[in-house]
Nanobody
C-alpha cells in the first residue's frame, strides 16, 4: 500500500520560511518523479514544483521560482519543499504526489497523493 505523508506545515509571518517534508512508503521511490501541489478552498489544486526520480531535474510554477526549492533523498524516501520569502497568497493546503516515470506539471498524471498539510502565511 502506497503512502505519502506530509509534515512541516504551520503558521508563519510573511517573509518567513517553512520546510515541508513528504515521507513515501510502499513504492519504489527512485522510480517516481515527485511533486508538490497546493489548493485553496473553492479552487483547483495547482502545481507548485516537481523533481525527477534522480533529483537531477526540477520544475517550478512561475509564482514560486526563486523562493521555493524542491529536493529529495532517495536513501530515505523523502522529498522536501523549502519555502522562503513566503507571501500571504502562498496560504493553502500543500500536497505531495508521486508520478511514475518522467517529471511533469499536470495533476492528472500523478498516481499517488498525500493527505496534505496546511500552510498559513499571515500579513
Amino acid at each position: 500500500q502506497v503512502q505519502l505523508v506530509e509534515s512541516g506545515g504551520g503558521l508563519v509571518q510573511a517573509g518567513g520560511s517553512l520546510r515541508l517534508s513528504c515521507a513515501a512508503s510502499g513504492l519504489t521511490f527512485n522510480s517516481y518523479a515527485m511533486g508538490w501541489f497546493h489548493q485553496v478552498p473553492g479552487k483547483e489544486r495547482e502545481f507548485v514544483a516537481a523533481i525527477s526520480w534522480s533529483g537531477g531535474g526540477t520544475i517550478y510554477a512561475n509564482s514560486v521560482k526563486g523562493r521555493f526549492t524542491i529536493s529529495r533523498d532517495n536513501a530515505k524516501n523523502l522529498v522536501y519543499l523549502q519555502m522562503n520569502s513566503l507571501k500571504p497568497e502562498d496560504t493553502a493546503v500543500y500536497y505531495c504526489a508521486a508520478r511514475y516515470g518522467l517529471i511533469g506539471y499536470a495533476r492528472n498524471e500523478y498516481d499517488y497523493w498525500g493527505q496534505g498539510t496546511q500552510v498559513t502565511v499571515s500579513s
